[in-house]
């Protein structure tokens, strides 16, 4: 039994291609083919490059390798740092969001000093998203920054239950807030350290059972589904003392969600709008609805097992491996153009994306 259903395309607004410089985990070929083959026909990287996206040049270099090697729609986000103010400007029609790292990850862009924090917080134009990594009590800086400079501020990846109480705050004092939760957050807690160890290891880290029930008991409160996409080679993850934050999402984001509407846990409508609707209200992303050029099919009757060598991310894992599903996608057509069907990827067809474009 098949039960077809057509959905606009969906929007990931929070990826790591890693391109150029850590090209041995994803390049965005391989990265922007997980994005299709996990039903998102946009997604948008993030500057934690090793060398970092903050400066003019740098950002242009991301756009010029990405151009005619792309699969699926891909944007840029810009990197906050104090050097990066002066470029901030230029970089309006280019970038969509600015990212800070309020909290120690991947990378070199970590800001702690509130001097510095206040300065990119006021020179990042007021129409447009700043984002944070901003955990616990990082984020109450971050909401009282952007208070103060009435910034638009999205929230990367809540995992706490008292993030989640912060947020609903801010949004009922009318504050311009959203954010997102990423579905290792949404489907994995503490508990499944023991069995995966290394491969779980990110940040935020996993939380605890109360969290993610409690996240789950407040989906009203979320905008949108991000899968925060970071790939790690299994050598890096397996054979490290210290092995690096973070797990590839791309491709299990859609199958993760479709099988929790057929649990009923959430209704389709309401991935929708978490998976496409809402991101592309937030970053002025055309709204692609259903029956134009760019949509989606998936079959919610399918049954199969995540498995890792089916995965198309240069990673070539998930933590989500052997996982048994109800809900796949079948189809993806860009612009017109069938991109992907029943496993299979055609193209490149992706473009360079910009804010208003
Ligand atoms: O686990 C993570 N990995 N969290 C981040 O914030 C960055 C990411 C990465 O780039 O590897
Ligand atoms: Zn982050
Ligand atoms: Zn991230």
Excluded at 149 to 155: D, E, F, P, S, T
Excluded at 193 to 202: H, N, S, Y
Excluded at 303 to 312: A, G, M, R, S, V
Aim: hydrophobic share 35%; net charge negative; glycine share 8%.
């Amino acid at each position: 039994m098949s039960r077809i259903v057509k959905l606009s395309g969906l929007v990931d607004v929070h990826v790591h291609l890693r391109e150029p410089g850590l090209e041995h985990k994803e390049d965005f070929s391989t990265g922007t083919k997980a994005a299709i083959a996990g039903g998102y026909t946009t997604v948008l990287d993030m500057p934690n490059n090793p060398r970092p996206v903050i400066d003019l040049n740098t950002l242009l270099e991301k756009i010029e390798i990405a151009e005619g090697r792309i699969y699926s729609d891909l944007g840029f986000h810009f990197g906050g740092s104090k050097s990066a103010i002066q470029f901030f400007k230029d970089v309006e029609t280019q970038a969509f969001g600015l990212k800070i790292y309020m909290n120690q990850t991947t990378g070199p862009l970590l800001i702690e000093n509130d001097q510095e924090l206040d300065e990119i917080f006021s020179a990042w134009s007021k129409d447009k998203v700043v984002m944070v990594h901003a955990e616990g009590e990082t984020l109450t800086k971050a909401i009282n920054l952007a208070k103060k400079h009435k910034n638009k501020l999205h929230v990367c990846h809540v995992s706490l239950g008292s993030e989640i109480d912060q947020i609903k705050k801010a949004k009922k004092e009318g504050m311009d807030i959203t954010c997102e939760v990423s579905c290792h957050h949404l489907f994995l807690t503490t508990e499944d350290t023991k069995r995966l160890g290394a491969f779980v290891i990110m940040t935020p880290p996993l939380r605890s059972k109360k969290d993610v029930e409690y996240i789950w008991k407040n989906l009203d409160v979320l905008d949108m589904i991000a899968s925060d996409h970071a790939p790690h080679t299994l050598e890096e993850k397996k054979n490290s003392q210290k092995p690096p934050f973070g797990v590839p999402g791309l491709e299990t984001s859609l199958p993760l969600m479709l099988n929790a509407v057929n649990e009923k846990r959430l209704s389709l409508e309401r991935m929708v709008e978490l998976m496409s609707t809402n991101p592309r209200k937030l970053f002025g992303l055309s709204s692609s609805e259903v029956g134009e050029q760019t949509y989606i099919e998936v079959d919610l009757e399918k049954e199969w097992t995540i498995k890792n060598e089916d995965l198309f991310t240069k990673a070539g894992w998930s933590p989500f491996d052997g996982m048994k599903v109800k809900g796949r996608l079948k189809k993806v057509i860009l612009r017109g153009r069938l991109v992907y069907h029943d496993e299979h990827i055609f193209g490149p067809f992706g473009q360079v994306i910009f804010p208003n474009s």
